[in-house]
T-cell receptor
Framework: AQSVTQLDSQVPVFEEAPVELRCNYSSSVSVYLFWYVQYPNQGLQLLLKYLSGSTLVKGINGFEAEFNKSQTSFHLRKPSVHISDTAEYFCAVSIMNRDDKIIFGKGTRLHILP | ETGVTQTPRHLVMGMTNKKSLKCEQHLGHNAMYWYKQSAKKPLELMFVYSLEERVENNSVPSRFSPECPNSSHLFLHLHTLQPEDSALYLC????????????FGSGTRLTVV
């Protein structure tokens, strides 16, 4: 079965600094990968997804993620964060070419420091 | 507005009450999901409906009862809940096939007193 690990439960970053949120997955077959964001008192919103092709995926709000098959990672990055990026970020995985459920990581809370 | 609407946004209920959570989507999606989100715990998948048929029930206590009368509506009926059931309940929908990801509603914040 597939699984997702987000090693950092919280990441503090100064405003306008770069950030990387780490995600590693485990699966014996090919997967789809997702990043979701949850702002306070809201549901989850899709930031970006990797299905196939180019390993660098660009999403909304200036975020991007890179799929690394050899390291089974899908880290999320942004070159310069803003106060409005304060939220919880969830990495998720699903088995490719199957109508299966999406498995979510435990989430990483991003704190933007002024 | 994401296209998935959940009502009510907040609900406080006693342990002997009966209430229902409602989820509505008009995105033309074929699958709908209930998730429970508790503090400091990962998202828990509760129920999955595909084409109005329940395809998964992750060992959820019987005090939670889902209903999917059509592809646009999903309910979660609640009765005799416990304080540990207090959480954010999220509804999501998706087209057939997970490659499109899920569209989530804003959730219902449930407090059991």
């Amino acid at each position: 079965a597939q699984s997702v690990t987000q090693l950092d439960s919280q990441v503090p970053v100064f405003e306008e600094a770069p950030v990387e949120l780490r995600c590693n997955y485990s699966s014996s077959v090919s997967v789809y990968l997702f990043w979701y964001v949850q702002y306070p008192n809201q549901g989850l919103q899709l930031l970006l997804k990797y299905l196939s092709g180019s390993t660098l995926v660009k999403g909304i709000n200036g975020f991007e993620a890179e799929f690394n098959k050899s390291q089974t990672s899908f880290h999320l990055r942004k070159p310069s964060v803003h106060i409005s990026d304060t939220a919880e970020y969830f990495c998720a995985v699903s088995i490719m070419n199957r109508d299966d459920k999406i498995i979510f990581g435990k989430g990483t809370r991003l704190h933007i420091l002024p | 507005e994401t296209g998935v609407t959940q009502t009510p946004r907040h609900l406080v209920m006693g342990m002997t009450n009966k209430k229902s959570l409602k989820c509505e989507q008009h995105l033309g999606h074929n699958a709908m999901y209930w998730y429970k989100q508790s503090a400091k715990k990962p998202l828990e998948l509760m129920f999955v409906y595909s084409l109005e048929e329940r395809v998964e029930n992750n060992s959820v206590p019987s005090r939670f009862s889902p209903e999917c009368p059509n592809s646009s509506h999903l309910f979660l009926h609640l009765h005799t809940l416990q304080p540990e059931d207090s959480a954010l309940y999220l509804c999501a929908s998706s087209p057939q096939g997970v490659r499109y990801g899920y569209t989530f509603g804003s959730g219902t914040r449930l407090t059991v007193v």
